[in-house]
């Protein structure tokens, strides 16, 4: 028999734990960037792959599912949410390792934190503006600092495209736990999310210009934009099931710090 999972708090769990539904509209966009500083922030064993992308994603989660094992579907109110990952190669996969991303309440944020490892942080604001054929996503960080802002226009308008990228297909995230005695971490896994995507709807490709702004709390600005590769947006359905845990990491790159330094394990 399966152990049932049980969240934090026991008395009182936040999140009910099961598979999730849930139906995006979404804007992701796709540039090159600095082999050198993408390859200095993957863990080992993830790899830089052969072209040096990055993707910036902002969407509005229109209606997020919790299938739970007992059979009733936990629903949460829509709320907006960004993120900034990267593509990375473990053998012979490609897929994708998440940097950070950026939640306007970041308790809809938690399941997918403690269980997964998904690297999600309290925004001061995260937007997704239509106009016209024109589409623009905001972060704002905690802080204050509108470190990101991406325009995307529709070159070519009413296609059935999937807006998120085929390497997101396999999120390698990165569990960390750190330890409570004040040393390192606990448990520093990547996890394999399986994002499956189905139904777009009302999607286009088209052309893009990012910028991102220096923060030193979140420094999205060490990975310039050299050029954008492609822009997409549309609604999608994404379904996510559990993940499976891969590889222990003992290296784990802190972006940011002068020494680009590593934290270690706490020994337990
Ligand atoms: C894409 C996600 O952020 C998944 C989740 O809801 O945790």
């Known amino acids: 028999m399966t152990e049932p999972v049980v969240a934090m708090p026991p008395f009182a769990p936040l ?8 139906q995006l509209r979404w804007l992701t966009v796709e540039y090159r960037t600095d082999p050198e500083v993408l390859a200095r922030l993957l863990p080992a064993p993830l790899a830089p792959a052969p072209d040096p992308l990055v993707a910036i994603w902002v969407a509005e989660f229109l209606g997020a599912g919790f299938h739970l094992p007992d059979g009733t579907v936990e629903q949460r109110p ?8 990267v593509q990375c190669r473990r053998q012979d996969e490609v897929g994708a390792y998440p940097l950070t991303f950026f939640i306007e309440g970041l308790n809809h944020g938690t399941l997918g934190r403690e269980i997964f490892g ?3 942080k309290q925004a001061r604001a995260v937007t997704l503006t239509e106009d016209g054929d024109e589409v ?6 905690a802080n204050d600092i509108e470190i990101v802002t991406v325009r995307a226009r529709a070159a070519t308008p009413g296609a059935a495209l999937d807006p998120i990228p085929e390497w997101f297909g396999h999120h390698f995230a990165l569990k960390l736990i750190p330890s409570a005695e004040g040393t390192g971490y606990d448990i520093s896994r990547l996890v ?10 009302g999607g286009w490709d088209g052309t893009a210009e990012v910028t991102v702004r220096p ?22 359905r994404l379904d996510i099931g559990f993940g499976t845990y ?23």
Not at 192 to 201: A, D, G, H, L, V
Not at 215 to 236: K, N
Not at 255 to 268: E, F, I, L, Q
């Open 15 to 22: 999140y009910g734990v099961g598979t999730e539904t849930v």
């Open 78 to 85: 829509p709320y907006l949410q960004a993120g900034i990952s």
């Open 118 to 120: 998904l690297p999600k």
């Open 136 to 141: 623009t996503g905001r972060i704002v960080t």
């Open 192 to 201: 394999r999310i399986p994002f499956r995507t189905s139904r777009p709807t």
């Open 215 to 236: 923060s030193a709390a979140d420094p999205v600005h060490l990975l310039p934009c050299l050029e954008v590769t492609s822009a997409r947006y549309g609604g999608i």
């Open 246 to 268: 891969l590889d222990h990491v003992d290296h784990v790159p802190v972006a940011g710090t002068p020494d680009w330094g590593s934290v270690a394990p706490s020994g337990r």
